[in-house]
């Protein structure tokens, strides 16, 4: 959701802003991804490295967040969703997490579709702690390392359990990952969009599933095999 400090001073305002103009947005494409019938949303809402940003700015993002949890908890609840959080939800403030932590229970049940929202997340610090795990399930003696499969690292992963993401959008038209999702978007197609995250529309959602519709994914096979569904051997 990157754009927000750029929309900001577009407008002569202060970064909190288009924060805060970021937050209404986040409200709205939810509730469009619900219609849409997607499965899986995730928001990068704040990363690990983002903690480096001024203590005013981080302040505002938690207290943003703490309102939108208190504000939407019913919202959720209404169109059958549930919230999970991707990232290392004991580094946020206790006030943040625990309203965090009673949405998530409270909407556990939900199965019409799963928010993820990622929170002092970083894909390699995922990874990290996902090795860690599966290094002392060796040391224990439980497995040794050449037990570990794909499916085994998937599994230790904030997503596990959930599908890898086939579509990625970053607004505010920068061409990288930034530690998202390193290991999950390994065969996501990618959508980079100029418009600034306070933007972005149900209009500018629909395009860039509309562009995800007309690409060919072929994991590797040849085009000629992706289209006709041929097995790889
Ligand atoms: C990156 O844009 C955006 C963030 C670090 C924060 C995203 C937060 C929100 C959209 C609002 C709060 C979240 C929720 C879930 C209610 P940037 O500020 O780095 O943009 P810039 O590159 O233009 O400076």
């Not at 103009?21 to 619900?34: C, D, H, P």
């Not at 890898?164 to 290991?183: A, V």
């Not at 999950?184 to 418009?195: D, F, G, L, M, R």
Request: glycine residues 8%; aromatic residues 6%; contains cysteine.
């Amino acid at each position: 959701m990157d754009g927000n400090g750029r929309w900001a001073r577009e407008r002569g305002l202060p970064r909190v802003m288009g924060h805060k103009a970021g937050a209404r947005t986040v409200q709205k494409t939810v509730r469009v991804a619900r219609e849409m019938g997607l499965a899986v949303l995730t928001l990068y809402a704040f990363s690990t490295e983002n903690w480096h940003r001024p203590l005013q700015e981080v302040d505002t993002l938690m207290g943003l967040l703490k309102t939108y949890l208190q504000s939407e908890l019913d919202k959720l609840l209404q169109q059958d969703i549930r919230l999970c959080c991707l990232g290392e939800m004991s580094k946020l403030p206790g006030d943040v997490r625990e309203v965090l932590e009673k949405v998530i229970t409270r909407t556990a049940g939900a199965r019409g579709m799963t928010l993820n929202l990622a929170l002092s997340y970083g894909s390699r610090n995922e990874l990290v702690r996902a090795m860690q795990r599966l290094a002392s399930r060796c040391v224990a003696g439980e497995m040794v390392p050449l037990d570990i499969t794909d499916e085994m690292v998937s599994q230790q992963l904030d997503t596990a359990g959930q599908p890898d993401p086939d579509l990625i959008i970053r607004t505010g038209g920068e061409c990288r990952l930034s530690n998202f999702l390193l290991w999950q978007a390994s065969y996501a197609e990618i959508y980079i969009t100029e418009t600034m995250w306070p933007d972005f529309s149900k209009k500018a959602f629909y395009e860039a599933v509309h562009n995800f519709q007309q690409r060919q994914r072929r994991f590797g096979r040849t085009g000629e095999q992706a289209s006709t569904g041929l097995p790889t051997t």
